[in-house]
């Protein structure tokens, strides 16, 4: 066995892990992150697209929004790291009553959590899209500060950060077998060693499942496939993300934005989801979501795609992701993202780690209610 007894190992050195490693060290708390890549968010992090928002209408994941938020719009001016946060907002479209009525009921509820929006009739639409598709537009939600960042630089910055803090990462190690001793575990062993723990963290993404497994816990938590792709760069034509929740033959929602360098950044929801680990792209995505983009931006028929990839959601039953403390006494689990870890992962590792360290706060006890293993499942988010 490794001689060093860390007081915490997480397994994943992802959007959430890398965070969660960089809050605990803060704290004074012993820390190694393992991922079976060779360098921080080499998983699903490196496939996200980048946005960021509290615009969420369950009140925990506003919360959890809010605070990640906070870190990306301060993190170049407290660290110096580029992160490249662009403060875009993010709009949601509605060209239907029914979508439009939708937002009129969350927009309250949204408000009393905390988060900064408003409804915005059509005219402010154009203003804030300006060559948005007119036809048929009611308005929409208009949250100002949320935005966007580079999925992995920020990952690396959060990663450099712990490091500075003093976690420890290793890398192209897996995580083979937890040991368990009476209702604890006691250590983590990997393909190339072993650790021993005072606690262990399940902050594995797509294979959250197999790692709960180890602890003998049984996670409901299933991965599926999204594509995304990038477009060539282009001067300035819109600030924030454009959200389309409408349903369409293959699709739900779909949601583009231009990054800071000037390339639109786009990605859908295949409807029927594509269930399974598969990050091979397919030659029906383009053919899916460019109709769809260019009748609600015609601005964009022109552009050149660069390319395009897929990426994994771990998705919950209800889009909303599991924290908790779960199985032996020692064990927590930070998992079901449902493609949402980059945005809401440095205030779950915030959370997290001061549910570790029983320091929790009020906000902390509402988030971890609301997100718990042993929640009914039932609902299922407007906005995921």
């Known amino acids: 066995m490794n001689r060093k007894n860390y007081d915490s190992v997480i397994i994943g050195a992802g959007s959430v892990g890398a965070p969660l490693a960089m809050s605990l060290a803060a704290k004074g708390v012993s820390v190694l992150c393992i991922d079976s890549a060779a360098s921080a968010g080499q998983g699903n992090n490196k496939c996200a697209i980048g946005g960021a928002r509290a615009t969420h209408s369950e009140p925990a994941k506003v919360a959890l929004g809010l605070r990640s938020l906070e870190v990306f719009r301060t993190w170049k001016e407290r660290y110096g790291d580029e992160i490249s946060w662009y403060q875009g907002g993010y709009t949601y479209v509605a060209y239907d009553e029914e979508t439009m009525n939708l937002f009129r009921a969350n927009v309250p509820l949204q408000q009393k ?5 408003r409804l915005i009739n059509a005219g402010e639409m154009e203003d804030l899209v300006p060559g948005i598709n007119p036809e048929g537009l009611l308005g929409g ?29 290793v890398f192209n190690e897996t995580v083979t077998d937890l040991g368990v001793d009476g209702n604890r575990v006691v250590s983590v062993t990997t393909d190339r060693g ?15 499942v197999e790692a709960g497994r180890m602890a003998g816990i049984e996670l409901p938590v299933f991965p599926e ?3 995304a792709g990038v477009t060539e760069p282009v001067k300035r034509l819109f600030d924030p993300m454009v959200v389309d929740i409408r349903q369409a033959p293959g699709s739900a929602n779909y949601y583009f934005y231009q990054h800071d360098t000037g390339q639109i950044v786009f990605c859908i929801t295949p409807d029927p989801p594509i269930p399974g680990t598969d990050t091979d792209e ?6 899916l979501v460019a109709p769809r983009m260019i009748d609600l931006y015609p601005r964009l028929a022109n552009l050149k795609v660069r390319r395009t990839w897929r990426g994994i959601y771990p998705m919950t039953p209800d889009g909303a992701p599991i924290l908790d403390r779960c199985g032996p006494d020692n064990h927590y689990v930070a998992v079901g993202m449902c493609g949402q870890g980059f945005m809401l992962g440095p205030g ?8 570790i ?28």
């Open 113 to 117: 959590a905390g988060l900064n929006i």
């Open 141 to 169: 939600t208009w949250s100002p500060f949320d935005g966007s960042a580079s999925p992995m630089q920020s990952c690396y910055a959060f990663g450099r950060r712990a490091e500075e803090l003093g976690a420890d990462f």
């Open 194 to 208: 072993t650790y021993a723990c005072g606690a262990i963290v399940n902050c594995a993404g797509s294979f959250a």
């Open 225 to 227: 496939s999204h594509e």
């Open 282 to 287: 397919r030659s029906e995505f383009l053919p």
């Open 348 to 355: 779950i590792g915030e959370v997290m780690a001061r549910l």
């Open 357 to 384: 360290i029983d320091e929790m706060n009020e906000t902390d006890r509402l988030v971890l209610s609301e997100l718990r293993l042993n929640r009914q499942f039932t609902s299922v988010e407007a906005l995921k």
